[in-house]
């Protein structure tokens, strides 16, 4: 006997978040986590920013090319 999982597409979820784990619970308490986390973190520097930035286009260029 099997047992099956239901499964939520991402855009069925919260802010799309992707599914981590099949208990909507344990799903739900897992992103309060991640919430709370970032919620601590301090606020990036605009250097930050402007670093960031220059890695994801950087990635574009690479991928077009």
């Not at 909507?24 to 919430?35: G, L, Q, S, V």
Request: hydrophobic share 40%.
């Amino acid at each position: 006997m099997t047992v099956q999982h239901a499964t939520v597409s991402a855009e069925a979820t919260l802010l799309g978040r992707p599914v981590r784990h099949p208990d909507p619970e344990r799903n739900a308490a897992y992103w309060a986590r991640i919430d709370a986390i970032v919620d601590t973190a301090p606020p990036l520097t605009n250097m930050q920013r402007i670093r960031l930035r220059g890695i994801f286009q950087q990635v574009d260029r690479q991928e077009a090319a």
